[in-house]
């Protein structure tokens, strides 16, 4: 076999490989998952709040976190999504084009990406303690919204950096404003796009647990208010785990499950929705 | 002294950061006819068309100094309102970028940002502007279908149409046919030589045989300086400046 080939055959090799190892951690993973929790999922783990004694293997459910982890991290998406726009609007449409400015902003959304969640419930702590807000589902919406920012901005800014510059330039020559630009034309074509970066964004949030712990803190009754702790399902299944008990344990893993489970049922819908949405976009 | 012509430019110099793209450009664009500008790639005929409907706004670090009066107004005047200069003029660009929306959508975009809500009278500019486009037989039956399932022929016709629904009485065309097929480009060729009639036009395009068969008028730049403008059988035929001869015969490109 000549250099060339056998070149080719190695890259081949370990790129087939690199996939086929991917592809086995996640089966992997949910494997374990599947076949430690599913014995221990039921009904009423899905229905009912923890009874008193849930931790120690005594009847109840976890539809406090379920329900705390869908209102926060919504309430957090939402939040998150009403930055995101304007600021992703602002540099493909307002900023002029190739401005030191919107050059900055990218990578200033880049560094921010890459904190560590802690250190956004760190922050969210601080500023909890500044406006006097208690351990609640409000601080927690808020802490998870900036740890979602830089994930929703950027991924946002990805696709709408794809609108060409021409389309812009055919709306402003019938006489549109940049406003009436970007919201009639520049939405419309990325809209499969920043769906896409909102539903990644909530997804980044939902599987978080380190940004809450000082934050949301952790309830067993289900959520009532904004303004008291809510549980959420990583800190339930990080509780769940750290006990001894098996049965408990296996409850973290259907916890896990269901948790995952949600998060697949949003790539589901993303996919179909970005395919509905993509009718008008032009290539 | 006073011109009535739709587009003079006077003194136009533009500036890219420290590039001088446009050096001291006057001229007056004749009225409802053709007039190409023609020159070698990079000479400045993108940037000269842009300035005329101060496309070049949206670029970071441009400068422009000078005049463009466009129907007697000096549209770098900063006191100037700017969609209602963009409302004088259709532009086609190079590849056509129809709007993420139906076909219907694109053509009644223009009229219904500026107040037009009248469903049938949106209908009829709707209708009015294909058939003047020579769309509408292909079209009539499927006027909500997304506009981007179109040829590239018919989109570029589609853009035309659009351009032309927002009632300008300038037509702007950046090198309109370079994406389209030879029938295509025919098509639009047809188009403009029908429409200026009623329309002033100013058309990019580096293609001399296209220059020969649809130009009135001719600007030849050469490194972002005007070097020699006039009636097109003069230009093209009996050149003034070398560099106008040279480049016609293709020594320079």
Redesign the interface.
Known sequence: MDKRSLEENIFKTLMVGSTLLILAVLLMILGTIVVKGLPFLSWSMLTQAPKSGYYLGKEGGILNAILGSLYLTGGATILAFFISLPVTLYLNVYA????RLVYVTRFVFDVLWGIPSIVYGAFGFTLMLFFGLHTSLLAGMITVAFLILPIMTRSMDEVIRMV??????????????RW?TAF??VV??ALPGILTAVLIAFGRGIGDAASLIFTAGFTDSLPSSLFRPVATLPLTIFFQFSTPIPEVRGRAYAAALILTIIILIISVVSRFLTKRFA????? | MESNAHIRVNNLNVFYGKDHALKDISVEIPNKKITVIIGPSGCGKTTLLKSFNRLLDPTDNVKVTGEVFVDGENIYDPNIEVTHIRKKMGLLSQKPYPLPMSIYDNIAYGPRLHGEKNKKKLDRIVEHFLKTASLWEEVKNKLSAPASRLSVGQQQRLCLARGLAVGPEIILGDEPTSALDPKSSQHIEKRFLELKQHYTIVIVTHILRQTKRLADYVLFLYMGRLIEHGPAQEVLENPKQEMTREYIQGIIS
């Open positions: 002029r084009r190739g401005s060409p510059n021409a389309l812009l330039d055919a709306s402003y020559a019938l006489g549109a404003t009436e009639k034309v419309r074509q009718r008008h976009v032009v290539r």
